[in-house]
Each structure stands twice: as C-alpha cells, then as structure tokens.
C-alpha cells in the first residue's frame, strides 16, 4: 500500500477556519501519515496572489513537514520558475534537503495564471526561457561544485545531503515542455497525458533511457465517509470552490487544466471527478489495482478540518488493515 496526500491550503472565506490552524492541521497530518508504517508523499503547490490564500511558500510548508517526519517523501508541485531567483530557489532546497535528508524533490512549471505574472510584472512569453534557466541552474547547483552562471562563477553552498540533490522534473502541456524536460529535466508530469508521447518520442531520440508508456498527474478527488451522500453534503461546497477557482484561472489563460467551473454542487457531483466512497469502496478498487496507492487531497477547497480527519481516519481504521 502506497498513500499520497497533496495540499495547496485554499482557505475561502465561507469556510470560516484561520490559515493558522489550516496550517497545523496540515503538519498532524503529515505526522499522522508518517506513522502509519507505509511508504507515503505528500505534494504542496504554488501560487501567488490567491483570495483564498492559496499557499505561495512551499517549500516553507515542506521545511516544517520535514521535522515533523522521518521517512514520507515530498514534491513541490508546482514551483512556478518565472516568479523566483534561479539562485535563491537553488540556496532554499540544499538546505530542505539537508533538512529532510534527502526526501525532497521538485517540479518545475512555467505558470498560467495571468494575475500572477502582472502580480510579478513578468511577460508571460518568457515563460520558456526562464523554466530553462531555473531547470539548468537547479541542476548545476545540486551537483556540489562551482558552475557558470550569467556570465560569472558561483557556488551553491551548503551541498545537498543527498548526491546530486533533489530530483528536478518539468510539468507542462505543450509538445515543446515535454520535448524540453526530455533535454534538461529528471522527468516529465504533464498536466494531460496526451503530450507523454512528445516526451517519450524525444527520450528515444536523444538516445535515453524509455519512459514506458505514459504518466501524468491525476486531478481527480477521492474522500472517504461511512454515508457518501451525507459526505457530499460536507464536502461538496468545497470541491466546488475549488473547482471553480481553478477554472476561472483556466478562463483567464485559455490554457488547458482539468478544471472546469459548475454551476452547483449537483452538476460536479454529476461529472465524476470529486468522488466521496465508502471504505469499502476503496477497498475494492485498491484490490482491483496492480499495485494499491491511496490518494487523498485532505483539505480540498478549504474542506473543515475535522471533515478532512474523518476521512483520513476511515483510511486509517478500516482500509488500511485490509492490506495488513
């Protein structure tokens, strides 16, 4: 059995809870996971400017998961390049990976979200360019020694505790994104499956190992309750935040994400991409898998606290053991 948890720390307003306690409530969670005896992750995305509070910091998230915990492993999903300092991002994770000893990895993104690049005055057209140098640099830096930069020579200190230092994979939805992590990435998460094959095709090309057939990253929502229609009725507000909040970002970029926005709790239910299931039901489809792996967004879309323990606790007591 294999879990995965990821939080981006949405917090609107009608969900009536402080960041503070979001926030703590996150750090017993990553605990909670850490102790129950089997491999786990946790992904924390980016980005800036939110209403809702959305998390800006990551990799501060994962500084304080890191000393809570000893052995779950962690990603930060997305880094947004075009709004950081190749430099200072590669100074903050030698350090987290001092911190974790070495349970910390990275995807690096070029963003989409218009507010967020005239938040940080940064033409969207750049985008390439500058996930390519955040992509290089990083690399560079994690390798312990003195590389060029702009023009001059500096040296990334402390050295990463784990050699070479974090993984650095590229997402992305283009065919020119996979064909670039193909180049210069440790991997590739596309936000669609169908651009795996433009990396695929470009591995193969460049004389690299194969990828195998495809992966990419699954938006879909999964929570436990013993009753699923009483768990819409709690949950179903905040999946549609969500949602929603995502979509209007997709709207304003025109790019491709899994969001869309819904006029009601009804009509997302009605999609099929939030799903609150019995443990029983997890029971079975975790059978039905070639290997059972767990995936939980606790906190979705501002989702109570005591809401998100719930289902977490479900997990723990009565799915967990039937893989004992």
Not at 14 to 32: K, N
Not at 51 to 80: E, W
Not at 240 to 250: D, Q, R, S, V
Request: hydrophobic share 45%; glycine share 8%; with cysteine.
């Amino acid at each position: 059995m294999y879990l995965s948890m990821r939080f981006d720390f949405r917090n609107p307003a009608f969900a009536g809870t402080s960041m503070a306690d979001r926030y703590s409530a996150a750090l017993d969670m990553a605990e909670w996971a850490d102790g129950l005896g089997i491999p786990a992750s946790i992904a924390v995305s980016e980005h800036h400017g939110s209403q809702d509070g959305y998390i800006p910091s990551p990799a501060l998230m994962l500084a304080a998961m890191a000393a809570r915990t000893k052995n779950v492993r962690f990603t930060v999903a997305a880094l947004i390049a075009p709004f950081h300092d190749p430099l200072r991002i590669a100074e903050d994770f030698c350090v987290l990976d001092n911190l974790s000893k070495g349970r910390v990895d990275l995807i690096v993104a070029g963003g989409y979200a218009p507010s967020e690049f005239a938040m940080f005055d940064v033409r969207i057209k750049e985008r390439p360019k500058r996930v390519t140098e955040a992509v290089n640099t990083l690399k560079a830096a994690f390798a312990g020694k003195p590389f060029e930069y702009r023009g001059r020579t500096v040296h990334i200190t402390p050295a990463p505790a784990r050699p070479g230092g974090p993984m650095v994979l590229m997402g992305g939805a283009s065919e020119p994104a996979a064909r670039r992590a193909a180049r210069i990435a440790d991997g590739f998460v596309p936000s669609s499956p169908e651009f795996w094959a433009f990396y695929r095709d470009e591995m193969l090309a460049l004389g690299k190992p194969d990828p195998g057939p495809g992966m990419t990253g699954n938006a879909e929502v999964t929570a436990l309750a013993a009753d699923p229609e009483t768990g819409w009725q709690a949950m179903g507000p905040y999946f549609l935040h969500e949602t929603n909040a995502y979509g209007a970002w997709k709207a304003d970029a025109g790019e491709d994400t899994p969001y869309d926005i819904f006029a009601d709790v009804a009509a997302l239910k009605a999609a099929n991409r939030y799903h609150v299931i019995t443990p029983q039901q997890m029971i079975t489809q975790l059978k039905a898998a070639p290997a059972p792996a767990a995936q939980f967004h606790p906190l979705c879309g501002g989702m109570p606290i005591d809401v998100a323990w719930d289902s977490l606790k479900l997990f723990e007591h009565e799915v967990l053991p039937a893989f004992r």
